[in-house]
């Protein structure tokens, strides 16, 4: 009876930290546009002890993707909860943008790349994103 115990704790952790790695969250980000609609996905900051490092506006590009599809970052202050900070901070939103037409069902790995200007130099994050265009 022990051995079962041990081997059924042994199996609830592996999927435990199977569910919350943040790799394998990542690999099923979705997302399903229309033609021309925008979608944001979430806050974009880079921070220390809940204090911003930021010392300029963040920038994004699209490194791969379905063609017309766009990235921005719409400048504003952010709340760190990731962090448990409760003050917002100097950052944005990711927003992405499907073409203004679309005349056929398309999909495609986007795979984007922000650059955060810190008081340490750039850093650079990259986020993967399956996309979904429907007409």
Request: aromatic share 4%.
């Amino acid at each position: 009876m022990r051995i079962g115990i041990r081997a059924f704790l042994a199996i609830l952790s592996l999927g435990v930290s199977l569910s919350c790695d943040p790799a394998r969250a990542a690999e099923d980000e979705s997302i399903a546009l229309k033609a021309g609609e925008t979608v944001d996905l979430g806050n974009l900051f880079w921070v220390a002890n809940c204090k911003s490092l930021l010392n300029g506006p963040i920038s994004v590009e699209v490194m791969d993707g379905p063609p017309g599809v766009t990235a921005s970052v719409k400048q504003q202050k952010v709340i760190p909860r990731k962090f448990n900070c409760a003050n917002e901070v100097p950052g944005g939103r990711l927003l992405v943008t499907a073409p203004p037409q679309v005349t056929e069902r398309t999909r495609g790995t986007l795979i984007v790349r922000m650059k955060y200007p810190t008081k340490d130099g750039e850093r650079q994050w990259s986020r993967t994103i399956n996309v979904t265009l429907v007409p």
